[in-house]
């Protein structure tokens, strides 16, 4: 049975929009490293229904299969680059297949 891709959601709550532009780029770069993609960006949700209460932003970026993200996800080069943007924003997500 083939694997089914992943798609990562990430609710994340800039506070310096500026920066978080070079930790976004760098984000970008490594998931791809990792045979992933960014998918989409929203800003402004509008909530419908529910108690959910996203912030600033909601990315999705899709990744071939589970193995793929759990790498990307537990890599030093993502500990790394969110050490080195550690004031930027923070982050909730979710992945979904």
């Known amino acids: 049975m083939e694997e089914l891709k992943i798609s990562w959601l990430v609710d994340v709550e800039v506070f310096d929009r500026l920066q978080f532009k070079d ?3 760098g984000l970008n770069e490594l998931v791809k490293e990792f ?8 800003s402004l949700p509008e909530i419908v229904e ?3 209460r996203p912030r600033t932003l909601l990315l999705i ?3 071939e299969d589970k193995a793929y993200f759990n790498r990307f996800k537990n890599s030093s080069q993502l500990r790394n680059l969110r050490y080195q943007f550690n004031d930027v924003a ?3 997500s979710v992945i979904m297949r």
């Not at 045979?35 to 929203?42: D, I, Q």
């Open 90 to 92: 923070s982050f909730k």
């Open 35 to 42: 045979s992933g993609e960014f998918v989409k960006e929203f």
């Open 61 to 63: 970026f899709e990744f």
């Open 50 to 52: 529910g108690d959910w």
């Open 23 to 25: 930790y976004l780029h």
